[in-house]
């Protein structure tokens, strides 16, 4: 495709259930990155894929965040047992190569949580 | 402590006017800046990059500005326009650390006709 697309674009789920979130970057793009950005604030990274592999995954606020890339494509960011304050828009990035700070980073449109 | 803080918070200007939105950053080592438009419910698009060596970069309307030295960037707008209303973004990448870039929270700009 052109960019960076994400699934749903939004989803509203109740209080612990849970939710996967999909992104299917630039065809070509080695590096994956997701991020959550809340209200009014910046963006807050989560992690980051170097092919199918995820050298950094320290911005993971907690076990019920995880994250997979299968074949250097699509990746899925999944929120298990739901909490209010996981609302948030939650976007994901690629690039071509490199890590985080060398390459421009493409961001999906972003997909709008919100936990009732 | 690695920190991108932006300034003003929030800017509303009238359509065809300037306007300057400031970036301190304390990130070290230094690698490289980036601006970055976020237009409401859209994801950032980069304006511009900039290294340490670089003093000012353009993109058409937008001239980006570095002071290494202070740890300061301004990103100044012209002749603003009506799709100019955005958030833009300031970050700093690290030359160390996989998790090595550190975004601002940004600069919510309105343009009002």
């Known amino acids: 495709g052109a960019g960076v697309s994400q699934s749903p674009s939004n989803k509203v789920t109740e209080k612990g259930k849970d939710v996967e979130l999909r992104c299917d970057p630039i065809?070509?793009?080695?590096?994956l990155y997701w991020y959550r950005q809340r209200l009014g604030q910046g963006l807050e990274f989560l992690i980051y894929f170097q092919g199918n592999s995820a050298p950094d995954k320290s911005g993971l606020p907690s076990d019920r965040f995880s994250a997979e890339r299968t074949g250097e494509s699509v990746s899925t960011l999944t929120i298990q047992r739901t909490q209010q304050e996981d609302s948030a828009v939650y976007l994901c990035?690629?690039?071509?190569?490199?890590?985080?700070?060398?390459?421009?980073?493409?961001f999906g449109p972003g997909t709008r949580l919100t936990v009732l | 402590k690695n920190q991108v803080e932006q300034s003003p918070q929030s800017l509303i200007i009238l359509e065809g006017k300037n306007c300057t939105l400031q970036c301190n950053y304390t990130v070290s080592p230094f690698s490289n800046l980036r601006w970055y438009k976020q237009d409401t419910g859209r994801g950032p698009v980069s304006l511009t990059i900039m290294t340490f060596s670089e003093n000012t970069k353009s993109n058409g309307r937008y001239t980006a500005t570095l002071d290494a030295d202070t740890k300061q960037s301004s990103l100044h707008i012209t002749a603003s326009q009506l799709s100019d209303s955005a958030s833009y973004i300031c970050?700093?990448?690290?030359?160390?650390?996989?998790?090595?870039?550190?975004f601002g929270t940004g600069t919510r700009l309105t343009v009002i006709p």
């Open positions: 065809s070509g793009h080695t590096a």
């Open positions: 990035a690629s690039s071509l190569a490199g890590g985080p700070g060398t390459d421009t980073q493409y």
């Open positions: 970050v700093v990448s690290s030359q160390t650390g996989a998790n090595n870039l550190f």
